[in-house]
């Protein structure tokens, strides 16, 4: 590292200057400018405590521009390529107040070492996964979903919630990205010289796909150098340079100048909608109508018993699909609603929901959150090394209980990390739905014949007062 730090200080004093490179794509009738800034050293393990260090890095911040009906290109959106955020969360509206700007170019602040990008200065929570507990993670979550959807609860929260935290398996680092270093562009104590166009691609960046420095063999590719600008690690392209749209959830967005008119569209659609359902609950509820009236005639007549029971079958569909129709229409209705307020507010240029996008929120950790998540650093540093101490020690001495005794510590470890999440209670909650669950398959299992047999005498007893219900019914 030191190496490398001073060979980059020989270059800036035989010749200093800053770099940067960018492109200009066009897609869905957005005008992206891409930029692309090469660092000649990721030092975040060494030089700030973070979790990697390898030669060079390329890092990319876009800004989404539309054409004005004057013929102005104006800018709308910024979308910043920081660690696994990815989609609606890589991007603010221009006007959000979070983007920072000096004159008209925004500002970017830069992790110390890992050369993230943020909205505004601070320390921020990173948490990166260990990839082979990948599959057990995966697990959790979709168990956590089953649950979730039993108890009919919603994971969604507002978009100013952070709900980037830290999960199971995974080791929280802190980014500085305070804005006190180094300070290139408008306003700053350094200039860019001048950038370097790679539209159309020059062939160091289109035929060459290895990496930009040192190879570490790294099976996790953390300290591997990366790709370049156009290519990923494993020579394929890289989403931001094929897709910018799709990179930062903008494929939904549609250009200002085209809104009204699609707008006006998806109106018409809606309201065709609504017409084609309103047109079939008139015709279902006729059918129903008619449905009844042959239940009705009939009642009490033995040798049509068969066609009965089928007619009535074919109307619980009906009235099924029809109470839908009808949901269905109240839904639209609304949408329709929405959609006209909408367009109000194009109107009156009050329509931009400006955060409403943002799942996870990019936000600076108080200090108090900083001292708790610097123990839960201090934890998953040892976790790991604790628990295969620990099953080795059940191996050695516990062998005939090994599995449950790996079993528990299993869940011990999920505790202490869910407490440090602040999400204990939801996994207390899991476990003891899944051990509900446990206990009644072993119930299940060890008494199944008393559970056949009780199904058995309530389905003879059902069909003693079927039997008697229908006698009854026909004196």
Not at 50 to 77: F, K, L, Q, S, T
Not at 127 to 143: E, K, N, T
Not at 263 to 290: C, H, N, P, W
Request: net charge negative.
């Amino acid at each position: 590292m030191m190496a490398a730090v001073e060979t980059f200080d020989r270059m800036l004093e035989k010749k200093r200057q800053f770099q940067y490179y960018g492109r200009v794509i066009q897609q869905n009738g957005w005008f992206i400018l891409q930029y692309w800034y090469f660092y000649p050293f990721n030092n975040w393990r060494t030089g700030f405590y973070g979790a990697n260090d390898h030669e060079a890095d390329w890092e990319m911040v876009n800004i989404y521009c539309h054409e004005e009906p004057d013929g102005d290109i104006r800018p709308a959106w910024v979308g910043y390529a920081s660690h696994d955020f990815s989609g609606d969360d890589l991007r603010r509206h221009w006007e959000d107040p979070e983007v920072g700007k000096v004159g008209q170019h925004p500002v970017v602040y830069v992790g110390g070492g890992s050369h993230a990008s943020y909205f505004q200065a601070g320390e921020y929570l990173t948490q990166l996964s260990l990839p082979f507990f990948r599959p057990v993670r995966r697990f959790f979550r979709g168990l956590e979903g089953i649950f979730n959807k039993l108890l009919r609860e919603s994971n969604s929260r507002s978009g100013d919630e952070d709900k980037h935290t830290v999960q199971v398996f995974t080791i929280p680092f802190v980014d500085y990205a305070l804005g006190d270093g180094i300070c290139i562009g408008a306003g700053g104590e350094e200039t860019w010289s001048q950038p370097v166009l790679i539209d159309p691609e020059p062939g160091w960046v289109m035929n060459y796909r290895g990496l930009w420095g040192y190879y570490a063999q790294d099976a996790f590719s953390g300290e591997d150098a990366p790709g370049g600008p156009r290519y990923n690690r494993d020579g394929s392209v890289r989403r931001a340079w094929y897709d910018p749209l799709g990179w930062a959830g903008m494929e939904k967005v549609i250009p200002p100048h085209q809104l009204h008119e699609r707008l006006q569209y998806r109106k018409e659609t809606v309201s065709a909608e609504i017409e084609g359902l309103k047109k079939d609950v008139l015709e279902m509820q006729e059918a129903i109508f008619q449905m009844g009236i042959d239940l009705a005639a009939m009642q009490g007549l033995p040798y049509l018993r068969g066609t009965r029971t089928q007619v009535h079958e074919t109307m619980g569909k009906f009235e099924a699909d029809l109470t839908e129709k009808r949901r269905l229409i109240t839904v639209k209705e609304t949408l329709l609603v929405e959609l006209m307020r909408q367009e109000q507010g194009l109107r009156t240029g009050k329509s931009e929901i400006l955060r409403a996008h943002i799942q996870h929120a990019h936000k600076p950790q108080i200090e108090k959150t900083l001292r708790f998540n610097r123990l839960a650093e201090v934890w998953a540093a040892v976790s790991i090394g604790v628990m295969l101490i620990a099953s080795v020690a059940l191996f050695v001495f516990a062998r005939p209980l090994f599995w449950v005794g790996l079993g528990g510590l299993l869940l011990v470890m999920l505790g202490i990390e869910a407490a440090f999440q602040r999400r204990l209670w939801a996994v207390v909650r899991w476990i003891s739905l899944a051990l509900a669950l446990a206990a009644f398959l072993i119930l299940l299992f060890n008494f199944f014949w008393y559970f056949f047999g009780g199904l058995v005498i309530i389905t003879a007893f059902y069909m003693i007062i079927e039997n008697l219900r229908e006698l009854l019914s026909r004196r």
